[in-house]
């Protein structure tokens, strides 16, 4: 950048926004990539060769804008959840938006925003922090305990000293791995409900590897609480930007009050429908990652690593004395993880066998190293 540039403190940008760095992974070109917990398994030619077929039919109508409120992919998802996830759900119960980040900024423009407050419990997924700060809402961190689970009855007491507008639970929790039981999500929703109405929205982005049994069900009866999904993972679909929430009809309502009008395009939508109709098979996927996930835990277990257990496609291990140095001594192995600022831990997403294989001998390596 020359000395002369603009930059972005020039700009009359919100206070908030002043000094502030964007999400963002490290993307480097290095052959064994396991730092953004995508899925591994590129998508089925046949589902590749249905999704030409639906982007082609959707591309004739493209004159026209997408169908607003996306019935048919709201009513496919509908049918997803109901099948896979313990609990029957309608097509007013579900929304869908690019990607779950998108869900996410929805719910907050609509139950957080400027003079309200969202909780969430770090470590997490940091873009909770990042969207509300994006929708002016102000944000707050409650503890976890030692072994990453949430410190309940902290929990708590944060919300009854904070009286947040929404909270935020994440399970399995990124970048920890670790899956919040029920008893979890209720104590938490009741403590908020008695200070206050207060949306809870369970972010289930990785649901479908826990061990666990998905909280939807935790829905019924509770208009204030969401759970949100996605098809980045799971699905293997990244790279479709497609996300959704289930919740009571009321919520779906009211997050039609803030989103752009035909958010979600037509090849969106076409794409979405397309890999539904494949669900069984990237479902099979999720069942070889799940065990390459209990292999990797494992295996970093015998190094005599501390390793979080994990329900996600992804594994925490540590304990490092300089977990950077060791992030970097593995990239220097050519296998790309990430440091997600978690003291002495590192993380790392569930690849094929080979690139966990690459992954493990990385690690025995530079542990070797470190110990000599
Ligand atoms: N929630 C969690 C916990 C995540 O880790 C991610 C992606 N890293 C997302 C939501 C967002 O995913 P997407 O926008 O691709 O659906």
Partial sequence: MSENSTRIDDLPIREELRGKSPYGAPQLDVPVRLNTNENPY?????????IAERVTEAARGLNRYPDRDAVELRSRLAEYLSRTAGHRVST???WAANGSNEVLQQLLQAFGGPGRTALGFEPSYSMHALISR???TAWLS????DDFTIDVDAAVAAIAEHRPDVVFVCSPNNPTGTAVDAETVLALHDAAQAVKP????VDEAYGEFSHRPSLLPLIEG??????SRTMSKAFGAAGLRLGYLAADPAVVDAVQLVRLPYHLSAV????ALAALEHTDTLLGYVEQLKGERDRLVAELTALGLEVTPSDANFVQFGVFEDAHATWQAVL??????RDNGVPGRLRVSVGTPEENDAFLDAVRAVTKENQR
């Fill in 92 to 94: 007013e119960q579900v």
């Fill in 222 to 227: 509770r208009p204030t609480l969401v759970v």
């Fill in 142 to 145: 409650g503890p976890r305990n």
């Fill in 332 to 337: 220097d192995r050519g296998v790309l993880i």
């Fill in 198 to 201: 207060t949306m809870v929205v």
């Fill in 42 to 50: 590129p998508l089925p030619e046949e589902l590749v060769a249905r």
């Fill in 134 to 136: 994006g929708t002016g």
């Fill in 268 to 271: 969106t939508q076409a794409t």
